[in-house]
């Protein structure tokens, strides 16, 4: 059975950090880590993901030089470092997983095959 856990949301003023953390477990052929992020009303999208072993990440244009995805191969655990937090950061964060990331304009496409159950995080003004 696959098991993808988040941890690690909160809620922070603007300009505040926080570090969010996804578990996998059960995985098989996986090499590609990702997190998202969707508010009431909108759709999803695609915020950062991670080409494991390599640890080559990718990042949205919204969130890049703010936020950085690194893993821990060890304990099958992917990271979401978020500095500068802005309250259009305010989203419930999902990690997902799939194959292959598939480069700077695959990995956003949300067609992973495994997903968490997301973890809030609420930046305030």
């Known amino acids: 059975q696959v098991q993808l856990v988040e941890s690690g949301g909160g809620s922070v003023q603007a300009g505040g950090s926080l570090r969010l953390s996804c578990t996998a477990s059960?995985?098989?052929?996986?090499?590609?880590m990702g997190w998202f992020r969707q508010t009431p009303g909108k759709e999803r999208e695609g915020v950062a993901a991670?080409?494991?072993?390599?640890?080559?990440?990718y990042y949205a244009d919204a969130v890049k030089g703010r936020f950085s995805i690194s893993q821990n191969n060890a304990k099958n655990t992917i990271y979401l470092q978020m500095n500068s937090l802005k309250p259009e950061d305010t989203a419930m964060y999902y990690c997902a997983a799939r194959l292959m990331c598939g480069g700077s304009n695959s990995w956003i496409d949300g067609r992973y095959n495994y997903w968490g159950q997301g973890t809030q995080v609420t930046v305030s003004s």
């Open positions: 059960g995985l098989l052929r996986v090499n590609c």
């Open positions: 991670i080409s494991l072993g390599v640890g080559l990440g």
